[in-house]
């Protein structure tokens, strides 16, 4: 059993940055990839990026690749989301999400999920 709470999330102007957190709890999380979606209003889930277990792999969706960065710190059982030149159409609520097979990108194949944290860019 995974938990994880999401946190960081906040209101910023165009052009600026945020570091969301996603804190896990459990004993099989350093073997869990850990995925990033969004959901703005009225739309699907959309995949923005994930990471291995073991820290060896990431992966981004095309809407924010070079913008966004995924990293990891296992011995703090916690991974980041550090989003940068955030455009209005980032706006969403964030949510990270435990899948124990990495290479995933839909939402149904990820197993564990926070409650998410609301995003608001700011035009």
């Known amino acids: 059993q995974v938990q994880l709470v999401e946190s960081g999330g906040g209101l910023v102007q165009a052009g600026g940055s945020l570091r969301l957190a996603c804190a896990a709890s459990?004993?099989?999380?350093?073997?869990?990839?850990v995925g990033w979606f969004r959901q703005a209003p009225g739309k699907a889930r959309e995949f923005v990026g994930a990471?291995?277990?073991?820290?060896?792999?990431?992966a981004y969706g095309d809407s924010v690749k070079g913008r966004f960065t995924i990293a990891r710190d296992n011995a703090k059982n916690t991974v980041y989301l550090q989003m940068n030149s955030l455009k209005p159409e980032d706006t969403a609520a964030y949510y990270c999400?435990?899948?124990?097979?990495?290479?995933?990108?839909?939402?149904?194949?990820?197993?564990?999920w926070g409650q998410g944290t609301q995003v608001t860019v700011s035009s």
């Open positions: 999400a435990a899948d124990p097979i990495w290479g995933h990108r839909r939402a149904e194949d990820y197993d564990y």
């Open positions: 459990g004993r099989t999380f350093s073997g869990h990839t």
């Open positions: 990471v291995s277990g073991g820290n060896h792999f990431t």
